[in-house]
């Protein structure tokens, strides 16, 4: 399955205009999280899994990274992947 190839640019602006105020609030989350994150998404740099895992307050998270093989995909929105579901 392939995942989407295009740029969505309204969300993109609007997520690159929010990081400053995403990072800032990193701390905020304390409830369980699983984080996931493929080493080589093409949408979403992978340094982004270790500033969100260190910037959170949740002691009960799982921390799952991912390298897919194969395929033609950005590897990216990962659920949509059999293999990882």
Known sequence: MDSYK??????SLSLI???K???KDLPKISEPIF???DKNDKTVPFKNLEIISKGIASVNK???I???KGGKHTH???LMYCSVQ
Request: glycine share 4%; hydrophobic share 50%; net charge neutral.
């Open 6 to 11: 295009g740029i969505y640019l309204k969300q």
């Open 17 to 19: 205009w929010n990081l």
């Open 21 to 23: 105020f995403i990072y």
């Open 35 to 37: 984080l996931m994150h």
């Open 62 to 64: 799982c921390v799952n």
């Open 66 to 68: 991912v390298e897919m």
């Open 76 to 78: 990216h929105s990962l």
